[in-house]
């Protein structure tokens, strides 16, 4: 038996034998498209490969045509499938794959981990947005902005302190997005406000993974409350390079430090150009 034989017939065991109860008292419907999503998004068909055939998955989950031919329909929906007349169902190049979409990032924050390519673009992202949006915050972040970024950071600093890293409910990896999560709400842009909560779930998946590997977090937090402090004395270069030197370490622990060096130095700024806010 292939080891795609294998991992279907342990997925297939796995999705089949669930026993949630839904209202009625039966055995809880196995989702396709979440086994599906899990396959692509872990890399187990990758671009290009063909997902089992609609009959194949019908009989393996003991669902009607129609109940597979939706979960499918929603993926192609998503960008991550495509039907070919006469040939099955092709995974989509990872170009074509509609990650802001609110569904896709729940996936991709659920099932991605194991998928190094995905993981380089997610981060490729942020070394390229964050130590802009931090810039702004220094510029526009208010009183109750900054509340939001030192709770999150005593969140941070208070989760360390925990045996199991979390502090009233919440973990030491949820307060580090919600600190990130807050310095783009404090840009008052509406544009990198509303990705921040789109990209929340593929943030969360770089955080706990590089927080996993991170050798010294308490190094971490320093680098963070430099961050925090540029935001709060309103230095918008400082902040900028704190937030690079911050995902400069990210980018070490996930074996991606080459990315941080795409971007031109932040010591020679070109000339400011203002960005139109919601705020200020």
């Known amino acids: 038996m292939s080891d795609i034989d294998n991992f279907l017939s342990y997925k297939i065991e796995q999705y089949s034998d669930m026993r949630h109860a839904n209202s009625s008292g039966r055995p809880a419907r196995p989702d396709i498209a979440e086994y599906l999503a899990e396959a692509i998004f872990s890399g187990r068909y990758g671009p290009g490969d063909y997902v089992p055939r609609e009959v194949d998955l019908c009989e393996q989950f003991g669902v009607s045509r129609s109940t597979v031919r939706s979960a499918v329909q929603l993926l192609v929906g998503a960008g991550l499938l495509t039907r ?4 099955g169902t092709r995974v989509r190049a990872l ?3 509609h990650l802001l979409d609110p569904r896709v990032s729940g996936w991709l924050a659920r099932f991605a981990q194991p998928n190094p390519g995905i993981q380089r673009e997610i981060f490729a992202f942020r070394v390229a947005v964050e130590p802009f949006v931090a810039r702004l915050a220094a510029e526009h972040a208010t009183a109750a902005d900054l509340l939001e970024i030192e709770t999150a950071y005593q969140g941070m600093i208070l989760a360390l302190e925990q045996d199991d890293l979390r502090w009233e409910g919440r973990s030491h990896n949820e307060y580090d997005v919600a600190f990130h999560e807050a310095i783009f709400t404090a840009s008052h842009n509406l544009v990198w406000a509303q990705i921040s909560h789109v990209l929340k779930p593929a943030i969360a998946l770089l955080v706990e993974k590089s927080n996993q590997s991170a050798d010294e977090l308490h190094d971490s937090m320093e680098r ?3 961050v925090m402090e540029a ?3 309103r230095q918008p270069d400082k902040a900028a390079q704190a937030a690079l030197a911050v995902l400069d370490r990210t980018g070490q622990d996930l074996g991606l ?3 941080t060096r795409i971007l031109p130095t932040l ?11 919601t705020h200020g």
């Open 257 to 259: 430090e080459g990315l």
């Open 84 to 87: 070919i007349s006469g040939q």
């Open 267 to 277: 010591d020679a700024q070109e000339p400011h150009l203002e960005v139109q806010t």
């Open 224 to 226: 963070h409350r430099r």
């Open 231 to 233: 935001i709060r004395l």
């Open 95 to 97: 170009a074509d794959w």
